[in-house]
């Protein structure tokens, strides 16, 4: 699965976590950045999730931002699988 467009899952609430996806060229590899009210604690953790579910759906090129509010493990994996998926699917033909 490659993105072949923008997309996003997930809000900045309390406890979730809000994941922007951006194609990136082929070859130029895994791009993450990371925002977090618990970078320090778990920042590592975090970008451990997101790499964990791109190595799931076989996603090797891609820019991803994180925003991070306290999201479980679980909340991560869901909103970069949306995210992720949302980004890969074909554009919409235009209505005739």
């Not at 951006?22 to 997101?50: C, F, H, T, W």
């Amino acid at each position: 699965m490659q993105p072949n467009r923008s997309a996003q899952a997930g809000t900045l609430e309390s406890s979730d976590v809000l994941i922007l996806v951006e194609p990136a060229e082929s070859g130029s590899g895994r791009d993450i950045e990371l925002a977090s009210n618990v970078m320090m604690q778990y920042g590592e953790r975090i970008k451990e999730q997101v790499m964990i579910m791109l190595d799931t759906l076989g996603v090797s090129d891609v820019r991803i931002i994180v925003k991070d509010k306290g999201a479980l493990d679980a909340t991560i994996w869901a909103r970069v699988e949306t995210a992720l998926r949302r980004a890969s699917q074909p554009p919409l033909e235009a209505a005739v």
